[in-house]
């Protein structure tokens, strides 16, 4: 669990958090599981032949490359 999650909480807060967060277990693995099938959704995607014809494919890229990093640092959270 990353404590940057608990950032400027009370100790108090922190604890009830925490234990909030240890008893979502099978919610966090649901949401994880589907962020990670958007990943593969969009890889898949990028790697689509049409895509080259395309003269923004670059920005395409490296947005892709921002949304992948996005959604790695939410999981990164939940686990």
Not at 51 to 70: K, T, V
Request: net charge positive; charged share 35%.
């Amino acid at each position: 669990m990353k404590t940057s999650l608990f950032k400027g909480l009370d100790e108090d807060a922190t604890k009830e958090a925490e234990v909030n967060f240890n008893q979502a277990y099978l919610l966090r693995t649901l949401i994880t599981k589907r962020l990670k099938d958007k990943i593969g959704n969009a890889r898949k995607k990028s790697r689509n032949d049409k895509g080259y014809e395309n003269p923004s494919w670059a920005y395409q890229q490296a947005d892709l490359i921002g949304y992948e990093r996005a959604l790695e640092e939410v999981i990164s959270i939940l686990e």
